[in-house]
């Protein structure tokens, strides 16, 4: 490698270092719109919802939205009740929309995400989180056509 050319690969990284730390992850890696996870000693109540089919070709959750304070932490309880794998995933409507593009295209994508559950049959999870700003946010299954079918619901957090 010449001298010039190693000069312009440094000159590169330097720019994209500081460019990449700005980025999406201002406020730290786990600050999401919608919130960030929480303790679970600072939870102030426990939400339990339940996903399922219907007979009539409907997917559910019971109940079907989540209302929330402004810096409220809530303990999401989700036990999946029905036959199939089923996610709840919280997040902002838009990134939602987002990822079940991208779901779409990689329906076994899984998540290691804290904002996110993948439960199969009869089995429960559980997301503590504290909902940092006031709006309206969502909480979906992303699971090709889930969503269509009924598997969504707003979370409403007043401020
Ligand atoms: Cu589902």
Not at 19 to 26: E, L, P, W, Y
């Amino acid at each position: 490698m010449s001298r010039m050319m190693m000069t312009a690969a440094v000159g590169l990284s330097l720019m994209a270092g500081p460019a990449f730390a700005t980025g999406s992850h201002a406020g730290g890696h786990d600050e999401m719109a919608v919130g960030k996870p929480g303790k679970a000693a600072k939870a102030s109540r426990t939400v339990k919802i339940s996903m399922k089919e219907t007979d009539d070709g409907r997917m559910l959750y019971e109940p079907s939205q989540i209302v929330a304070k402004k810096g409220e932490t809530i303990r999401i309880v989700v036990t999946n009740t029905g036959e199939t794998d089923h996610e709840f995933i919280l997040d902002e409507m838009a990134k939602n929309a987002e990822h079940k593009k991208l779901m779409e295209k990689f329906p076994e994508m899984e998540h290691e995400d804290p904002n996110a559950l993948r439960l199969a049959p009869g089995k429960s999870g559980e997301i503590v989180w504290t909902f940092s700003n006031p709006g309206e946010f969502e909480f979906a299954c992303l699971i090709p056509g889930h969503y269509e079918s009924g598997m969504h619901g707003p979370v409403k957090v007043s401020g």
